[in-house]
C-alpha cells in the first residue's frame, strides 16, 4: 500500500501588526501487510518519509522519517484489537508512541474504531450512504523554518474532540464535515540547537488560545461495512 499525503498549514496572526505564515507537509507512506494463515493475525508495517518545513529556502534539513508497526488479532469480522509504535526523527529528536485500537461493529447501526491515542470514532450510520458521530484527534510533528529564523523549528501539538457528518456524494467520493474543539493546542518554535527553549520567533509562534474550528474533508473511500 501507498498513498501520497499532502498537507498545508496557515498561522495568522491579528494584533497591531497583522502576519502571516504558512507550513507545509509532503510524504509518501509505504506499507505492507501480512496475514496469518488461519487470519487471526495481521502484521502491518509502513515506513513514512517526508518533508516538513515552510519550503522557504534550502530543504537539507527539513526531511523526517519515520514508521509504524502493528500487531492485529482479528476476534471476528467484527471485533479486531491492535497494538503497536509510532517512530518518527522529530526536529527536537527521536519520537516514539505506544499505539493500541479496538475496531468493534457492534450492529449494523454502531461501530467504534481508530488508533490511540492519534484518534478514534464512535459512528452512526443514519443511512444507506450517510453517517455522523464523534471522535477524538491527537498529533504533534514539527516544521524546519528559513534560514532567516536561524533554521529554528515550530513544534504543533494539537487535541481535537469533534462531531462529525459525512456521506458518499458519488460513487466511492465522501464528503465530510468535522466541527471541533481544540484542547491545550500549542504551535510555538524552538532553538536549532537547543531543542527545549521556545524563541517565539517569528512571534505568531507562540502560545495560543483553545478555540472552535470546521474542517471539510473529499476522500476517495472504500468501506467494508
Known amino acids: 500500500m501507498i498513498r501520497l499525503h499532502a498537507e498545508q498549514l496557515t498561522v495568522t496572526r491579528t494584533s497591531t501588526v497583522s502576519q502571516s505564515y ?6 509518501l507512506p509505504m506499507g505492507l501487510q501480512l496475514q496469518s494463515k488461519d487470519e487471526k493475525w495481521k502484521y502491518t508495517g509502513i515506513v513514512i518519509p517526508k518533508i516538513n518545513s515552510d519550503l522557504i529556502d ?4 527539513d526531511f523526517q522519517l519515520g514508521g509504524i508497526g502493528l500487531v492485529s488479532r482479528v476476534f471476528s469480522k467484527d471485533l479486531q484489537v491492535r497494538a503497536g509504535l509510532y517512530y518518527n526523527t ?33 459512528e452512526l450510520k443514519l443511512g444507506q450512504k450517510i453517517y455522523t458521530g464523534i471522535g477524538f484527534r491527537s498529533a504533534q510533528r514539527s516544521f524546519r523554518l528559513q534560514k532567516k529564523y536561524n533554521d529554528d523549528f515550530v513544534r504543533v501539538r494539537e487535541n481535537q474532540l469533534k462531531f462529525f457528518f459525512e456521506g458518499f456524494v458519488f460513487g466511492k467520493v ?6 471541533y474543539r481544540s ?20 512571534i505568531l509562534f507562540s502560545k495560543t488560545k483553545d478555540a472552535y474550528g470546521l474542517t471539510i474533508n473529499l476522500a476517495y473511500r472504500i468501506r467494508t461495512d
Open 90 to 122: 522529530e526536529y527536537w529528536g527521536h519520537f516514539f508512541m505506544p499505539l493500541f485500537g479496538v475496531d468493534w461493529k457492534v450492529n449494523d447501526k454502531f461501530r467504534m474504531y481508530g488508533t490511540l491515542p492519534g484518534n478514534y470514532r464512535f
Open 183 to 202: 484542547l491545550n493546542y500549542n504551535l510555538i518554535s524552538y532553538d536549532y540547537f537547543n531543542t527545549k527553549t521556545a524563541t517565539c520567533r517569528p
Open 58 to 61: 534550502n530543504t537539507n534539513y
Open 22 to 27: 504558512n507550513l507545509y507537509s509532503l510524504g
Open 174 to 179: 465522501l464528503l465530510g464535515f468535522d466541527v
